[in-house]
């Protein structure tokens, strides 16, 4: 199946940074989305992003498809902003949404 | 659009009873649902694909004898985890979508602890 990494695993920032968390995948996809798990586990979709560049905010995300990458940035970052970033995507050739590993995102005031 | 409610939201259950799983998507019919796991400090795993009117595919390694996935209507799927152990304990979350091209959606999840 595909496989879907992402980088850094971890991240540690104070408030008011500005990061960027990357996510590479191994097969062509016609899907692919970012989430954010909160701590009481709810999946918030961030972006459905196949490809091209979207904002929403202090967030945006841009996705390569012919380089098979995708990168979410987060700008101002509040503590607010923490928990776990997930990227998942649908390959062309399995049709099910895989995710990749996360980035635990920790936001110190 | 395309809301999907899961309940309950926690369950704690005794070793070897059984619990059943609710996922309903709320503004939209979804012929088709999935089931993931999620163990503590890990990624989210598919158990199965649930297809409403016929049986559900399971992906490998996940029992289907364990894990009973119904789709009976095109806005329920359930999963029951029977004779359910402590090592069944896990957050389970659903996810359907509204159309192809459209995103994901996913249930708020049930954390289910096993005693």
């Known amino acids: 199946g595909i496989q879907v990494e992402q980088s850094p695993p971890d991240l540690i920032l104070q408030e008011g940074a500005n990061s960027t968390l990357r996510c590479n995948f191994s097969?062509?996809?016609?899907?692919l989305q970012w989430f954010h798990q909160n701590p009481w586990g709810q999946l918030i979709n961030l972006f459905y992003?196949?490809?091209g560049t979207k904002q929403n905010g202090r967030l945006s995300a841009t996705t390569v498809a012919t380089e098979r990458y995708s990168l979410l940035y987060i700008s101002s970052s509040q503590t607010t902003d923490s928990g776990v970033y997930f990227c998942?995507?649908?390959?062309?050739?399995?049709?099910?949404?895989?995710f990749g590993q996360g980035t635990i995102l920790t936001v110190h005031p | 659009g395309a809301v999907v409610s899961q309940h309950p939201s926690w369950v704690i259950c005794k070793s070897g009873t059984s619990v059943k799983i609710e996922c309903r998507s709320l503004?939209?019919?979804?012929?088709?649902m999935f089931w993931y796991r999620q163990f503590p400090k890990q990624s989210l795993m598919l158990m199965a694909t649930?297809?409403?009117?016929?049986?559900?595919?399971?992906e490998q390694g996940v029992e289907k004898d364990k894990f009973l996935i119904n789709h009976a209507s095109l806005t329920l799927s359930t999963l029951t985890v029977t004779s359910a152990h402590p090592e069944d304990s896990s957050f389970y979350i659903c996810?359907?979508?509204?159309?192809?091209?459209?995103?994901?959606?996913f249930g708020s999840g049930t954390r289910l602890t096993v005693v």
């Open positions: 998942a995507v649908v390959s062309t050739s399995y049709g099910k949404l895989t």
């Open positions: 503004d939209f019919q979804a012929t088709t």
């Open positions: 649930s297809n409403e009117g016929s049986k559900a595919t399971y």
């Open positions: 996810s359907a979508t509204l159309r192809a091209g459209y995103g994901y959606t």
């Open positions: 097969d062509s996809v016609n899907n």
């Open positions: 992003i196949p490809s």
